[in-house]
Nanobody, 115 residues
Framework: QVQLVESGGGLVKPGGSLRLSCATS????????MRWYRQAPGKEREHVAVIGTRGTANYADFAKGRFTISRDNAKNMVYLQMDNLKPEDTGVYSC?????????WGQGTQVTVSS
């Protein structure tokens, strides 16, 4: 079965960095577009970044210039490097994939940006 397991979240001060990882299994990773989403307390889930099978990436406006999505098809991993973090980046970050006709989410990893 498809599994997505995020890690790398934590508490960081404004201006700091975190690198999130998403370990995947149960599907042909190299053939699928991968996405990161986030959800802040009391807010709707929002799209953060997407990466195509060959590494082409696109970002939400708030992520441009600060976040970098990447993937390692040999390890079935997708990453989100987050730099210059701001308090408004606080939330639960989840990776996402569509496989077949179904959508799959990881359990998420908490990112808290606070001084």
């Amino acid at each position: 079965q498809v599994q997505l397991v995020e890690s790398g979240g934590g508490l960081v001060k404004p201006g700091g960095s975190l690198r999130l990882s998403c370990a995947t299994s149960g599907f042909t990773f190299g053939t699928q577009v991968m996405r990161w989403y986030r959800q802040a307390p009391g807010k709707e889930r929002e799209h953060v970044a997407v990466i195509g099978t060959r590494g082409t990436a696109n970002y939400a406006d708030f992520a441009k210039g600060r976040f970098t999505i990447s993937r390692d098809n040999a390890k079935n991993m997708v990453y989100l490097q987050m730099d210059n973090l701001k308090p408004e980046d606080t939330g639960v970050y989840s990776c996402y994939v569509i496989w077949g006709q179904d959508e799959y989410w990881g359990q998420g990893t908490q990112v808290t940006v606070s001084s």
